[in-house]
């Protein structure tokens, strides 16, 4: 009976070595697929670290060229300032320059103003008239500048009055009736 057990036994052992077989089968091809695994991330690290020794390389010889483009930048600042202030002024006068031409003129408003305008252009001009009356007093000074001196008998020269009659030209409205 020790031998019927121990061929029940090998029976069971060889029944179940099909089922060891595909288990054992199984995780062979699991490790593979994890040593494959491991094998493509040891050598994504190592990419990368070749990419980063490349940029620290990189990053160091710009170094001096970033520093200058600093200085130039904090040259350059208040002229883009000043740029950007121009440039709204700019833009303001441009929005109130469209808004005047796509405005509606108001002609009534616009005849007034023009009313206006000859109305002070007249009263300017009436001003720089010159009046008769003085033109006519001037040339009186001026007649009586010119005229001789008269001497008297006594010897000593006195200018006499002269009264001369001037006609003066009449002034509208103020003629007698």
């Known amino acids: 009976s020790l031998k019927a057990d121990l061929d029940e036994h090998e029976d069971a052992v ?28 040891v050598d994504d690290v ?5 990419d980063l020794a490349r940029l620290v390389n990189i990053l160091v010889s710009i170094q001096p060229f970033i520093g200058s483009l600093q200085m130039v930048t904090e040259q350059i600042h208040p002229m883009v300032e000043e740029h950007s202030r121009r440039r709204a002024k ?8 469209d808004k005047i031409s796509s405005a509606t003129p108001n002609t009534q408003q616009r005849v007034v103003a023009i009313q206006t305008a000859e109305d002070l252009r007249l009263t300017s ?13 001037i040339k009186t000074k001026e ?4 005229r001789p001196q008269v001497r008297r008998a006594g010897g000593s020269a006195h200018s006499s009055p002269v009264k001369e009659v001037v006609e003066l030209p009449s002034i509208p409205g103020n003629q007698p009736q």
């Open 143 to 146: 007649s009586l500048k010119s």
């Open 90 to 97: 700019q833009e303001v006068m441009s929005n109130i320059f």
């Open 125 to 137: 001009v009436e001003r720089k008239r010159s009046n008769p009356l003085e033109e006519n007093l």
């Open 46 to 50: 190592e990419t990368m670290l070749t």
């Open 14 to 41: 060889f029944s179940a070595e099909d089922g060891f077989q595909a288990v054992w089968t199984e995780l062979l091809d699991n490790v593979q697929s994890s040593k494959h695994l491991y094998q493509s991330n």
